[in-house]
């Protein structure tokens, strides 16, 4: 992760006036006549493509939503080409493509939530976050409603990755609002995976007072939550943060 | 001992008798399979805890996050019973746990299958807690873990974890 703050797509876009107004709709590719990428077969395939897709990034700014909706696709891809590099290489091109690849990303894990898709969808929103700060905040206010439209309207798996992103983002940004998001979603979100990925981030993100916020939770949530693996999910967090 | 691991996050392999259409269809998710998937479902072939903290390491240095790691253990012969289990040389960063990743090179349609029975077996996935993770990290070698990025971060976990 190289680039700079100032030439990441990602901040340009959000430093002027066009921020997309609906961040989480991924592009229709009928819309473009954009050609989408086959699925590589060979490793020489799997470099053409990216190649390919890093140079259309650069020369064909017009076309990157549909660029970034199309690599996307290969996200936790189960297949042996895509190697550590490679995957590498496919977060460069989605973090690059700017700001609609937020959307894109999130299109492909509410169609895929399988954990190697959002395990790789979180590395490159945390890669995105740390070349731009307002990816985090933009990840606040997007699961906190504040944009005028619900989170709950968003997959489940989507929060998660969401809610992992942040919790894993370093930046200094946003820090009580983060956990407050966290907070609302471990007490009241209606997905128990989301509820369980809210208390994990709770652990990581809520600093000295996290004990006192998963006490204060398991207290609120222990006749209601009817969830076992958020109850534990609680309990393994104040047992990892007392042995800390 | 010998047995495969997936994984696959506990919300949905929680082991609790009653399945929810939200659990059934996360359930599902985790062995989900896309076109783009085209070397199948990936597993791990395990044959003992040596192993099992090798596959936590692959994960953790693949996404490069400590956090949980949720796996679900699948027999051998339960797993057999719907399809086969295919040799595939894994490419995740950590070199030694590539030779024990298998695929599972089968239709969406025999994966719901497998899924099916292991929710009826009211099937639970393991936890493995960030600390847990974080101790299978600060004894992995890292000549052990392939040169560059994931390499880089395991080195920079162990001197941010060993700290006093």
Redesign the interface.
């Given at each position: 992760m190289t680039a700079s703050a100032e030439c990441s797509p990602l901040t340009t876009a959000q430093s002027t006036t066009s921020q997309p107004q609906r961040p989480l709709q991924p592009p229709s590719p009928l819309t473009t006549g954009y050609q989408p990428f086959g699925?590589p077969?060979t490793e020489s395939e799997c470099d053409g493509m990216l190649a390919a897709a890093e140079w259309r990034i650069r020369e064909q700014p017009a076309l990157r939503r549909d660029i970034a909706a199309d690599v996307a696709?290969?996200l936790g891809?189960?297949?042996?080409?895509?190697?550590?590099?490679r995957?590498?290489r496919l977060e460069r091109v989605l973090i690059s493509a700017g700001p609609g690849t937020l959307g894109c990303v999130f299109a492909i894990v509410a169609a895929?939530?399988?954990?190697?898709v959002v395990?790789?969808a979180?590395?490159v929103l945390?890669a995105a976050a740390a070349e731009d700060e307002g990816v985090t905040r933009t990840l606040v206010s997007l699961l906190s409603g504040s944009r005028g439209q619900s989170i709950l309207t968003q997959a489940?798996?989507v929060r998660e990755v969401m809610l992992?992103a942040l919790?894993?983002s370093t930046g200094t940004v946003a820090g009580e609002a983060k956990v407050r998001v966290a907070f609302v979603l471990a007490k009241g979100d209606p997905?128990?995976?989301v509820r369980?990925a809210a208390v994990?981030a709770l652990?990581?993100m809520g600093g000295r007072d996290a004990v006192a916020i998963l006490t204060g939770l398991l207290g609120t949530l222990r006749e209601t939550e009817e969830?076992?693996?958020?109850l534990?999910?609680i309990v393994?967090g104040l047992?990892?943060l007392s042995?800390r | 001992m010998s047995f495969l691991l997936r994984?696959?996050?506990?919300?949905?392999w929680?082991g609790?008798e009653d399945v929810t259409e939200?659990?059934r269809a996360?359930a599902l998710?985790?062995?989900?399979?896309?076109?783009?998937?085209?070397?199948?479902?990936?597993v791990f072939a395990v044959a003992g805890e040596a192993d099992v903290a090798l596959v936590v390491a692959a994960?953790a240095c693949?996404?490069?996050?400590v956090?949980?790691i949720?796996l679900l253990r699948l027999e051998d012969d339960e797993v057999t019973r719907f399809g086969s289990i295919s040799e595939?040389?894994g490419?995740?960063?950590v070199l030694p746990a590539n030779p024990l990743h298998r695929?599972l090179n089968w239709t969406p349609e025999k994966l719901a299958e497998l899924v099916s029975h292991l929710l009826v077996l009211r099937r639970k996935a393991t936890?493995h807690?960030?600390?847990a993770v974080v101790a299978v990290l600060l004894a992995l070698p890292p000549t052990d873990v392939?040169e560059?990025?994931?390499r880089d971060w395991l080195v920079k976990t162990q001197q941010e974890k060993a700290r006093p």
């Open positions: 699925i077969r696709r290969f891809a189960s297949s042996h080409l895509w190697t550590t590099s995957r590498a895929s939530p399988r954990d190697e395990d790789h979180v590395r945390v489940p798996s992992r919790s894993n997905s128990p995976a369980d994990q652990s990581v969830n076992e693996t958020v534990d999910s393994e047992e990892t042995g | 994984q696959a996050r506990r919300s949905a929680s609790e939200e659990r996360a998710a985790s062995f989900g399979r896309r076109p783009e998937d085209t070397d199948g479902v990936s994960i693949t996404k490069r996050e956090g949980t949720d595939s040389e490419r995740t960063a695929v936890r807690s960030p600390g392939e560059g990025i994931a």
